[in-house]
């Protein structure tokens, strides 16, 4: 039986709006046509290409494609298999002047008057600060007067051993009185520059209690770095250390290490190394160890100027402690491979 292609399209539309069902004296090959959509049966009878072609792939540009995927694969690995992925250490950095002079009360009172201002320089044994004196002044003259009284008794009665003995109980008195009165004015302990003032007028101090610091123009200045205790076995002398300090960002700065710590010391011990005048800034966990560098010079240069390191500038410092390969870094269980490889 002959189909022509009236039937075909017929067949394709009927199978459009009410769905295909094959007349039963209809051969096989009006089976197969019928489910074909009439504008597919359209193009197929014209026989040519037109801009509604079907999606086809050109080899133009998928081959080359492919072979660029390739070697960049191939590129990874070998990237991957050579170069060394470095692994760093992070503290906290801290600049300190070795040389300063750390002043605190030697007695307790309240602070009267201050003397000096931050950044002034001082002579040794310049006055700093007195605290109020009125009660020590008050004891000395009362002393100085039951003295006077004390004479007069002893002119009267020159053979009397007691009178003897309160006399010199209280000229032992007085003295006592006059190192008091003289605590209360506390003076320079060297010539330089008055850093950190920690007081102010009026404020109740107690003896030991910080009050400032002095530190000198040419005094050298280093930097410890706080480093968590399990870097300990990998930070070695002569490391090289990158330096970034608070308020200064990307303003990189690079060291070497001088020294390294020991022995792992606790949060209270790295506060006692480091001062009361910073200690306390430090949050630290668990044990650490310290390290020390030797700054090269008294200035560094941040956003495109010189500015000077200060005694007390923190930070943060980074030390290379160990370094691998990448694939080895990307899967770990080629750690063992390598490991067993080199022994």
């Known amino acids: 039986m002959k189909t022509n292609k009236k039937q075909i399209l017929r067949f394709a539309q009927d199978d459009m709006i009410g769905g295909f069902q094959p007349p039963s004296k209809e051969g096989p090959l009006e089976k197969h046509t019928a489910i074909f959509r009439e504008e597919a049966l359209e193009y197929r009878a014209r026989g040519s290409r037109t801009p509604g072609d079907l999606l086809r792939i050109s080899p133009g540009w998928t081959n080359p494609t492919h072979w660029l995927l390739v070697g960049l694969f191939v590129a990874g690995l070998i990237y991957a298999g050579f170069e060394q992925a470095n692994e760093y250490a992070t503290g906290t950095a801290i600049i300190r002047d070795e040389a300063r002079s750390i ?146 960002r990307y303003a990189y700065q690079q060291l070497t290490i001088d020294s390294v710590g020991r022995e792992l010391v606790g949060p209270n011990e790295v506060r006692r190394f480091l001062g009361q005048d910073v200690g306390d800034s430090v949050v630290l966990g668990g044990l650490s160890v310290i390290v020390q560098a030797r700054l090269p010079s008294p200035r560094f240069k941040a956003n495109g100027r010189w500015q000077e390191y200060h005694d007390g500038m923190q930070g943060t410092a980074e030390a290379r402690v160990g370094s691998e390969r990448v694939l080895v870094a990307l899967v770990p269980g080629l750690k063992a491979i390598v490991r067993g490889t080199n022994e």
Request: hydrophobic share 40%; charged share 25%.
């Open 103 to 248: 002043v605190t009360a030697t007695v307790g009172g309240t602070v009267g008057s201050i003397a000096v201002k931050s950044g002034q320089r001082v002579e040794m044994d310049q006055p700093l600060l007195c605290l109020d004196d009125l009660q020590p002044r008050a004891d000395l003259e009362r002393l100085n007067r039951e003295l006077e009284a004390q004479q007069v008794d002893r002119l009267q009665n020159p053979n009397d051993p007691i009178m003897e003995e309160r006399l010199a109980t209280v000229r032992t008195q007085i003295l006592a009185a006059r190192a008091q009165l003289e605590a209360r004015t506390i003076f320079a302990p060297r010539a330089g520059l008055v850093r950190d003032i920690r007081i102010r007028p009026g404020q109740l101090v107690a003896p030991g209690e910080l009050i400032l610091t002095i530190v000198g123009e040419d005094d050298p200045l280093s930097l410890f770095v706080i480093f968590p205790g399990n870097n300990r076995p990998k930070l070695k002398k002569d490391t090289p250390l990158r330096l970034e300090l608070t308020g200064f």
